[in-house]
C-alpha cells in the first residue's frame, strides 16, 4: 500500500465533493548500454490516452499531462477528472 | 519532482548493471456518486499492455502485474524489465 496515500494527495475528502479521477504514470529508466529503446514516449502517451478514452468520456480539457526527465528516468503523469456521469459503458 | 524519487526505489545503480525498465501505474479513484463508471480496470489493463508491446520487445515472465483496493480508490501497477536490445523501432 505504500504508493497508494501519495497518488492523488493524502487529504481525507467528503462524499459530496467526491469526483471521479484517473491518473496514469508511465515511468521509462533507459538502461547504461548504447541499444537502448529510442524515445517512444510521445506517440505512447498518444494511444495510451486513445486507449482510455475508449473506457471513458472525457473532455480535452479536464486531460492534464506532464513530462518529466531525470538523468535516465522519463516520467509521464496523465490526470484526469471525468464528469460526473463519466460511464461509457 | 517528487514522483521521481519513489518510482523504481530509490538506491544509486552502477551503469554496468543497469536495465531498461518501464513502469505503468493507473490509478482510478470513484466518485461518491451511484453513477461511477463500472469497473474498467481489468478490461483497461489488457489493452494498454497491448500498446506498450508495441514500442517494447517484452517476454510475458518479465512483466509483473499487480492490483490495489483500497476503499474508492484501485491501483494498476505493471512493471517491466525490458531485454538489453529492447528496442522494436
Known amino acids: 500500500m505504500s504508493l497508494l496515500a501519495r497518488l492523488f494527495g493524502n487529504k481525507p475528502r467528503t462524499a459530496a465533493i467526491a469526483k471521479e479521477r484517473l491518473q496514469l504514470i508511465i515511468a521509462h529508466e533507459?538502461?547504461?548500454?548504447?541499444?537502448?529503446?529510442?524515445d517512444f514516449m510521445p506517440a505512447l502517451q498518444q494511444e495510451l490516452l486513445a486507449v482510455i478514452s475508449k473506457y471513458v468520456s472525457v473532455n480535452q480539457e479536464d486531460i492534464k499531462v506532464t513530462l518529466e526527465k531525470q538523468g535516465n528516468l522519463e516520467v509521464l503523469e496523465v490526470n484526469i477528472v471525468m464528469p460526473e456521469a463519466g460511464a461509457k459503458r
Chains 1, 2 share one sequence.
Open 30 to 38: 533507459r538502461g547504461g548500454s548504447s541499444t537502448s529503446t529510442p
